[in-house]
């Protein structure tokens, strides 16, 4: 019998951040072990107006999703601030969430919510469900929580601290993305916990055509959100800056939608140093275009600076890197280097360096036969550790073993 697996998401479904395609890979791992998953989304993502080829309720590669609340935000500001600042958002959200959650179970059993939000109030609510429907509820995570993730605090507040002890409780298990999560959060309330550093949706890069190498055509590749706190993508332009007139048939594309402030960081360190022929800001890449946009690049690149934010993370991109079979190039933070070799799955760069990690750029150039055997290895290195499929199993066999 197949077992039912219920998802509580806070990000746009089914294409916006990497915390989304996380989701669509082990949920598609989980679908292809023989589980049925359906996401919850208790708040709108979508402005009023906006045009989107997707509805509030549907079905996307056999996943279900459903906004509960509905998918577009209210068209009037004045409305939505006074829901915001009043709590009626929060509430009429978590209601029809619950009361959706609490049907669908009694159509048919769900086994397992997983929470994918380190929000106190979201962990709280659902876990609450969770105990009063009997079913077992994992707490997924993959970033420090608020002020370490956003502002490069070393720690959260006492009071958030002493907030997440009294919600933990009640809690089944976790999901951590690295082994310093877990220490983390196990600190708080120790639980079982499963380490589920990268999971990549292998089947996305099947069947893609790479176009013969053609030197006018060359471009190397940073895909992410572009947040300078997390990314340092000013280390990766100014590296660049360096190799560009050796390479002048080579562009550095950067894929992602910064914030106003960040952007014109980026475009000011272009102008400066008369790059803007040369780099190019792409935008947010559609889900469907990714694939072909890393495989058909020179070389992807990474570039995280060494912080308290990094220490607890592991990159999504880099499991779509590999998939793509293309020379990638990334900082050796975190645990980085517990999952992948210099050399032998990647190459690795010292950390807000830009001298070192233009170096680095020059050496795979100047070496490419190499590097291409290298990516070749981290690629059947990730088709046999971090399929969808495999972790998806090893995802559903931990979940189920909670009920046990």
Do not use: W
Not at 107 to 121: G, M, V, Y
């Amino acid at each position: 019998m197949n077992k039912n697996i219920g998802i509580i998401s806070i990000y746009q479904f089914p294409n916006e951040l990497a915390a989304t395609n996380r989701i669509i890979a082990y949920s598609k791992g989980m679908i292809a072990n023989a589980a049925e998953v359906r996401v919850f989304l208790p708040f709108p993502t979508e402005n009023y107006g906006v045009k989107s080829e997707f509805s509030g309720e549907g079905n996307f590669q056999n996943i279900s999703y459903c906004y509960t609340s509905g998918r577009k935000k209210n068209k009037y500001k004045i409305i939505r601030a006074i829901a915001i600042l009043s709590g009626i958002r929060r509430m009429i959200a978590y209601t029809t969430s619950c009361l959706r959650i609490y049907k669908e179970h009694k159509n048919k059993a769900i086994d397992c919510i997983i929470i994918s939000t380190d929000s106190i109030r979201s962990l709280f609510v659902y876990s609450i469900l969770s105990r009063f429907l009997n079913i077992s509820s994992v707490f997924i995570f993959d970033e420090f929580p608020i002020p370490i993730r956003h502002k490069l605090k070393d720690k959260i507040p006492y009071y958030k601290e002493a907030l997440y002890k009294m919600v933990l409780v009640n809690i089944s298990g976790y999901i951590s993305i690295s082994q310093k999560l877990k220490e983390y959060y196990c600190n708080f309330v120790e639980k079982p916990t499963l380490i589920l550093s990268t999971i990549t949706d292998v089947s996305r890069f099947t069947d893609i055509t790479t176009p013969i190498d053609h030197p006018l055509h060359s471009y190397i590749c940073y895909m992410g959100n572009m947040e300078l706190s997390k990314d340092d993508v000013d280390n990766i332009i100014r590296a660049f800056a360096v190799i560009s007139p050796e390479y002048s048939e080579i562009q550095l594309h950067l894929y992602g939608s910064p914030n106003k402030e960040n952007r014109k960081i980026i475009e000011d360190l272009i102008t400066k140093l008369d790059l803007k022929e040369k780099v190019i800001i792409k935008g947010k890449a559609d889900y469907h275009e990714v694939p072909g946009i890393l495989k058909n690049a020179k070389i992807l690149v990474s570039s995280q600076p060494d912080t308290k934010r990094a220490s607890g993370g592991f990159p999504t991109k880099l499991g779509e890197y590999l998939a793509a079979g293309v020379p990638t190039l990334l900082t050796n933070v975190g645990e980085n280097s517990k999952y992948v070799k210099d050399k032998i799955h990647v190459y690795f760069s010292e950390p807000s360096d830009y001298k070192l990690y233009a170096e680095k750029l020059e050496y795979i150039l100047a070496n490419y036969g190499e590097a291409k055997n290298v990516a070749k290895n981290g690629q059947n290195f990730l088709l046999e550790n971090f399929s969808h499929i495999k972790k998806g199993a090893e995802m559903l066999d931990f979940i189920l073993k909670l009920k046990d």
